[in-house]
């Protein structure tokens, strides 16, 4: 699925839309260029779940915990990580359980170590405003999305 987005009220909206979506136990993995607007979609699907504060990219901390009514939500930033094995010594398989949400900026950093995404969401530049695409990698992904397209 691609979709145009105008603006950051925009990108929002999708992470919203995405978020009532979602299942517990899902992988989301935002993929983009620095400044492509992850957080900022992360934000809307945090607000989809009743989180209403502020969302900052965990980008020093690597993992952001946001403990939500129905589940927990883990906001990853694997931008500064040097070595995937890095994520082993963090536990990183206790935050991806089933009543858990879990999305994971940089996935690509945490290769082989990390598990499958149910979606995938690629932002990119398309002046003014962004490109996303949306893709199902696991059966539950196709699941998410095809209640996503139902709305």
């Excluded at 980008?59 to 070595?83: I, Q």
């Excluded at 010594?89 to 149910?118: H, K, Q, S, T």
């Amino acid at each position: 699925m691609v979709k145009y987005l105008t603006d950051e009220d925009a990108t929002v909206a999708w992470g919203q839309r995405l978020g009532n979506s979602l299942d517990a136990g899902a992988v989301i993995f935002l993929q983009g260029d620095l400044g492509a607007g992850k957080t900022t979609f992360s934000r809307g699907v945090l607000q989809s779940f009743g989180h209403s504060g502020a969302v900052k990219s965990p980008t020093y901390t690597l993992v952001e915990p946001y403990e939500l009514s129905d589940c927990t939500l883990y906001h990853f930033d694997l931008y500064r990580l040097g070595d995937p094995e890095e994520l082993e010594y963090m536990g990183i398989r206790d935050y991806f359980e089933d009543d858990n949400v879990c999305l994971v900026e940089w996935p690509e950093r945490g290769a082989g170590i990390l598990p499958l995404a149910d979606i995938e969401v690629t932002l990119g530049s398309k002046p003014p405003g962004r490109e996303m695409i949306l893709r199902a990698g696991t059966a539950r992904g196709e699941d998410i999305l095809a209640r996503l397209v139902s709305e």
